[in-house]
């Protein structure tokens, strides 16, 4: 007994092509028939590519992953931390496996971690899925800067060393000191920010505080979804 092929569905869903003079359905990489000899043309960008396998699915974010936020209203953390704003960049490695950081950014990683534990509460569990992150810091306005006109904080300090310091102070590496999530590659994107503004009232965004310091937001990442090929 012969075996029964879906011709139409090697078509439409494994990128098969139909031969133009003959009725044989070729391979993909074909680029002559085997039977009737004619040349075929390359492939064109439309054609449907193979469809992923059903079982990719994106598994869900269990309440356990979700550590302490499962028990905050929408599930978002929200606090602000008062003080002047410390990046972190380049630092020394005086031996292998030795990170020397300045006085100043230690001191300000460990205001940003305290600041977050108490916000969090004694019974907070690390979030340990994807997460999304807000953060606007207010930075001390310059003498220079007009007295009464709001204006960018376009100058230094660089955005991505700021807020390089904030997220390894809420997940440090000593594993036995306060944490808001695992680890920092769980950050997979932001909502607000990071952004820079000068205090209140001629802050240039809603979160500006008026005095130095950065208001900090944290989510669940919304629901991932697997693109969808297109004909």
């Known amino acids: 007994m012969g075996t029964s092929i879906d011709v139409q569905r090697l078509i439409t869903h494994s990128g ?48 356990d992953a979700l550590g302490g936020l499962k028990d905050l209203p929408e599930q978002r953390l929200t606090f602000t931390v008062i003080g002047t704003p410390i990046t972190q960049g380049s630092v020394d490695v005086p031996a292998p496996g030795v990170v020397k950081y300045s006085r100043e950014l230690r001191e300000w990683r460990r205001h940003i971690n305290a600041a977050a534990r108490q916000a ?22 310059p003498k220079s800067a007009p007295k009464s006109r709001a204006i960018h904080a376009a100058t230094k300090p660089d955005v991505d060393k700021l807020i390089r310091a904030v997220q390894d102070a809420l997940s440090p590496s000593d594993k036995r000191t306060f944490r808001v999530y695992t680890e920092d590659s769980r950050i997979v994107g932001y909502d607000t920010g990071p952004f820079k503004t000068y205090p209140a009232p001629l802050g240039t965004h809603d979160w500006a505080l008026t005095e130095p310091g950065v208001t900090l937001a944290i989510t669940p990442a919304p629901p991932a979804t697997l693109r969808q090929d297109t004909a």
């Open 16 to 63: 098969y092509r139909p031969c133009p003079t003959c009725p044989a359905v070729l391979r993909p990489t074909t680029d002559r028939c085997p039977h009737c000899r004619t040349p075929l043309p390359a492939p064109s960008q439309g054609t449907t590519s193979p469809r992923r396998p059903s079982s990719a699915r994106i598994a869900p974010v269990t309440e």
């Open 120 to 141: 969090c509460g004694a019974t907070w569990e690390p979030a340990n899925c994807p997460l999304v992150m807000s953060a606007v810091f207010t930075l001390p306005r």
